[in-house]
């Protein structure tokens, strides 16, 4: 082997090991996703408790957050009181809506999952896996914000719990629904 090619397999090494030790000590809530700022899919379905049919096209001019859950989810059962608070916090307010979708479950296992731990607005099932597809979900839970003008202004992947609440109630969601234009 060349001096050359012992350089070059050293340096491929350095740099895969640096790729490596970056993604080991990364946040993996924090996976950019390119749909920010992009028009979020239309999306309809039926709602969890009831079976009537929910649209996003009811929801038009209002911020509307979307939380993908499942019951057999762990960190969905960690981040469910937060956003019962969540809800409590902003549901007065007349251009606030949330909407939960329930992601690769059973409508039972969904079903009991709401009366056991609560639920103040509606969830709608993702019966094909087509609209979490649309929406570019890589696991749950995860929370999108889209705004009046249905483009989408935030994603976060994990639980809503300790600075991420924080972070969505008062540097998302609480210039979304005071300001028309807020630069978050």
Not at 2 to 27: C, E
């Amino acid at each position: 082997m060349t001096r050359v090619t012992q350089v070059t397999i050293l340096i491929v090494l350095v740099i895969l090991f640096a790729l490596l030790y970056q993604g080991l000590w990364g946040d993996p809530h924090r996976i950019p996703t390119v749909l920010v700022g992009t028009r979020a899919p239309l999306f309809e379905g039926p709602d969890v408790e009831t079976g009537a049919s929910l649209s996003s096209s009811q929801f038009a001019g209002k911020v509307i957050l979307v939380n993908f859950w499942a019951s057999w989810c762990q960190e969905c059962k960690v981040e469910h009181d937060n956003l019962l608070r969540l809800y409590e916090d902003f549901r007065d307010h007349p251009d606030f809506v949330m909407l939960g979708i329930n992601y690769q479950d059973e409508v039972e296992d969904a079903r009991a999952y709401l009366k056991e731990r609560g639920s103040g607005f509606a969830h709608m099932r993702d019966v094909k896996g087509t609209l979490a597809i649309a929406f570019g979900v890589y696991g749950v839970p995860e929370t999108f914000v889209i705004d009046k003008a249905g483009l989408i202004r935030h994603k976060r992947i994990g639980p809503i719990v300790g600075d991420a609440y924080t972070q969505l109630t008062k540097h998302v969601l609480t210039p979304l629904l005071n300001d028309a234009n807020p630069v978050l």
